[in-house]
């Protein structure tokens, strides 16, 4: 049975050429060692053999599937032979087969991205507080980082109904897509972020201090219209980058799932790049200050 293949409908889509299985509409090119030792032995005898091999593997919603196959063809006449891909046809297929490379492959796709999302988060937490020392790239990423944390307020469906507690929200994004374009910040350390409209209604709920309190510390900005007193700013710092490390690699890890094939960072992470994802995400391998830097950038940019 033909099925037309739209992006929508496709549950899992595997490559044996590109070794590479998308799920989700997330594509993962696969290692090596991977391929080798976890992909490999669930294609065999089924759906691999020496002169017959599966090409692309594609299943879609209500266990519909699409199955190319690459067999040798050797011509008796000048006894030279070639492999010619061809189409499976979808009614020899056994469902209780198909259905079960469909799974197998899901699993092992979520395996293996958890595998390799969790070197690059220590990769990238590493990278983060790389010789403790703030810069603007830094300052720049807590900047999309927050502006990231706080775009459910401008949702249809946020929880923030009140006009007033909104129009806070949208004062706050505002002060964030400014911070690059700022005169007065002209260094990393010169930057300072305002404090969240929930931390400003919360101060100003709270119960007045106690005038010692005051006296010794300030009055924190209670009583002064939000982002008018200096305690509605924090200064990041290079015990910030520590603090942020976790929250920070997170996010670039969320932003590097929406990476185009074509982007070089991409490449860099498939077996294309003639190293394995492990090789490259070692902390001396020389390309990996060049991956990191080359994600910041293209997080900055707007490219991913």
Excluded at 218 to 244: A, C, N, R, V
Aim: hydrophobic share 35%; proline share 5%.
């Amino acid at each position: 049975m033909g099925v037309a293949a739209t992006t929508q409908s496709v549950i899992i889509h595997m490559n044996t050429l590109s070794r590479a299985i998308t799920y989700q509409g997330v594509v993962k090119f696969i290692d090596d060692k991977y391929w080798e030792t976890e992909i490999v032995p669930e294609l065999f005898p089924m759906w691999h053999s020496d002169r017959d091999k599966l090409e692309v593997f594609t299943a879609f919603k209500d266990d519909h599937y699409q199955v190319t196959r690459n067999k040798y063809v050797r011509n008796p006449k000048d006894k030279t032979g070639k492999w010619t891909s061809y189409e499976f046809p979808v009614a020899e297929l056994d469902p209780a087969e198909a259905k079960g490379l469909k799974d197998t492959l899901i699993e092992k796709y979520i395996d293996y991205k958890e595998t390799v999302d969790r070197s690059i988060e220590q990769a990238l937490q590493n990278e983060y507080v790389h010789k403790n020392e703030l810069s603007w790239e830094k300052c720049k990423l807590m900047r999309n980082f927050l502006l990231h944390d706080s775009d459910y307020v401008m949702m249809p469906d946020s929880p923030v109904t009140d006009g007033d507690e909104k129009a806070l929200w949208e004062k706050y994004r505002q002060h964030l897509r400014d911070i690059p374009a700022n005169p007065s910040f002209a260094t990393a350390y010169d930057v300072k972020f305002p404090i969240t409209p929930k931390e400003y209604l919360a101060r100003e709920a709270a119960e007045a201090l106690p005038q010692p309190i005051v006296d010794k510390h300030g009055d924190f900005g209670k009583g002064s219209s939000y982002m008018e007193s200096e305690y509605h700013f924090w200064k990041p710092t290079e015990s910030t980058l520590q603090k942020w490390r976790q929250r920070m690699a997170f996010y670039m890890l969320l932003r590097l799932d929406t990476l185009d094939d074509s982007l070089t960072i991409s490449n860099l992470l498939s077996h294309r790049a003639s190293r394995s994802n492990e090789d490259l995400l070692e902390p001396n391998h020389p390309d990996k200050d060049a991956y990191i830097n080359e994600l910041l950038r293209q997080i900055e940019s707007g490219e991913v």
